[in-house]
């Protein structure tokens, strides 16, 4: 069992950063980021595997960039140049998978989400 835990979220303006970060429990494989914005579905924002390959959905590529710490068992995700689309509650989630990681059933474990507002 593993358990995940969110910080780093808060109210910005559009234009600036955060960073989100993840602390687990134990050792992951695969991590992703998911964000679920009021009256939407859960959706796939970044991931990445236990070697260091990452993914990112097209909404956030070149803007988002999703980092690893084994030592520390943390993943972060640096969030620039933010949005208001981007507001949502961002979820971290670990799984044993190196395929699919845009699946959200592709996790097994999932942190209970930190707020991200990005107002105009």
């Known amino acids: 069992q593993v358990q995940l835990v969110e910080s780093g979220g808060g109210l910005v303006q559009a234009g600036d950063s955060l960073r989100l970060s993840c602390a687990a429990s134990g050792r992951t494989l695969s991590v992703g980021w998911f964000r679920q914005a009021p009256g939407m579905e859960r959706e796939f924002v970044a991931a990445?595997?236990?070697?260091?390959?990452?993914t990112y959905a097209d909404a956030v590529k070149g803007r988002f960039t999703i980092s690893r710490d084994n030592a520390m068992n943390m993943v972060y995700l640096q969030m620039n140049s933010l949005k208001p689309e981007d507001t949502a509650v961002y979820y971290c989630?670990?799984?044993?998978?190196?395929?699919?990681?845009?699946?959200?059933?592709?996790?097994?474990?999932w942190g209970q989400g930190t707020q991200v507002t990005v107002s105009s």
């Open positions: 990445i595997t236990g070697s260091g390959d990452n």
């Open positions: 989630a670990a799984g044993s998978t190196y395929s699919d990681l845009r699946r959200a059933s592709r996790y097994n474990y």
